[in-house]
């Protein structure tokens, strides 16, 4: 990791550190889709993708290089039908987030446990 002067890593900027957002809409209308939209939403699990609704994702990532990281396996993982979309937004962004349950507004998002730890 590079240093600063005082021998410090550098800060994480909000400007830096990104949300990796996926979003799709998977056919399921035989067996064999279902099951290929169940493998997908596992695998965005298994890669440490938090559901936000059935159909949308998102992961914290630490910059560009990691998100850009993720995208190419989520590419190798997606069925053969349907459309998934991905992106990529800087922790700035996220910040201005509103989210309503209902009517009644949610408190903002606050980044994950991980963030602490860099």
């Not at 067996?31 to 159909?55: H, I, N, P, V």
């Amino acid at each position: 990791m590079a240093k600063h002067n005082n021998g410090q890593p550098p800060a994480l900027s909000g400007y830096r550190i990104m949300w990796l957002v996926v979003f799709f809409d998977l056919p399921v209308g035989t067996k064999k889709q279902r099951k290929a939209a169940t493998k997908f939403r596992l695998k965005l699990l298994d890669l440490g993708f938090e559901m936000t609704q059935y159909s949308v994702y998102l992961r914290f990532c630490a910059g560009k290089e990691q998100a850009e990281s993720y995208e190419r396996k989520i590419e190798q993982a997606m069925p053969n039908a349907g459309k998934v979309h991905m992106m990529a937004i800087t922790d700035k962004q996220y910040e201005n987030i509103r989210t309503y349950q209902g009517r009644n507004r949610e408190q903002s998002p606050k980044n994950p446990e991980q963030f602490a730890l860099f």
